[in-house]
């Protein structure tokens, strides 16, 4: 379950970084009211957040009377990036597992979607994989269920409680049991999308996991040994 605060939590700041978090992955400018009506939030509310947010300079409004991300979002991100030197270094190691000429990914899990900080299919330049992919539903990919599989039932259910679960029609006891499996041989195997020849292989790194990496392609069942071993020797280095 997730752990109970010692203190009741300030909900205008879990609003807050709802706000900014809603900001952040918007892919154009977004108004107040549009804003307000995906968070489930009163637009009052959502306007007084957003101004903060400008007058932070975290958020920008755009000539139209739009928000956007300001600069002190991207200074955040960089500085957050910078102070955990967790990307760089990971660098060594996740460019050691790209000689398996496989889809090589890194992300971390936000309430039940992942968020890739590395994603480089085979032959892409290193620069090019960083950030490049937004928010995916963690039931839909090996990373987030890898990153699932650390949490408790109890947790998982919390996630999903009154919303469909992504990838799996039949409700969350599918999921669960997807989860257990993955707890029981100590690493994600999921099928990508529709195509039964595809699959990721992801693990966690450190204990309790902070992140998740894995390997995605055309995997056959008796090269997953090998896949695990490689990406457990990755986390291990990862995880220093």
Excluded at 11 to 30: F, H, M, N, R, Y
């Amino acid at each position: 379950m997730r752990p109970k605060p010692n203190a009741q939590p300030n909900q205008s700041l879990i609003d807050g970084i709802a706000t900014l978090q809603a900001l952040a992955v918007s892919p154009e400018p977004i108004g107040n009211r549009e804003l307000a009506r995906k968070l489930g939030f009163n637009p009052t509310r959502v306007n007084r957040l957003l101004k903060t947010l400008a007058y932070l300079g975290i958020a920008r409004q755009t000539a139209n009377r739009k928000y956007t991300a300001g600069p002190g979002m991207h200074v955040l991100a960089a500085q957050s990036l910078f102070a955990s030197r967790f990307v760089q270094n990971a660098m060594p190691a996740l460019e050691q597992l790209r000689r398996f000429g496989l889809t090589i990914a890194m992300g971390v899990l936000w309430n039940h979607d992942v968020s890739y900080l590395f994603h480089a299919p085979p032959g892409m330049e290193t620069a090019q994989a960083l950030g490049r992919i937004g928010l995916l539903p963690a039931s839909e990919n090996g990373i987030g269920v890898a990153l699932l599989a650390e949490l408790d039932d109890g947790h998982i259910a919390e996630l999903y409680e009154g919303e469909e679960v992504p990838g799996y029609p039949d409700g969350l006891d599918s999921l669960l049991e997807v989860l257990a499996t993955t707890r029981a041989q100590g690493y994600a195997r999921v099928r990508v999308g529709e195509n039964q020849d595809r699959h990721t292989i992801a693990i966690g790194v450190s204990s309790p996991a902070f992140a998740a990496i894995g390997m995605s392609g055309w995997i056959p069942e008796e090269a997953t040994p090998e896949i695990v071993a490689a990406l457990r020797k990755a986390a291990a280095e990862i995880a220093e």
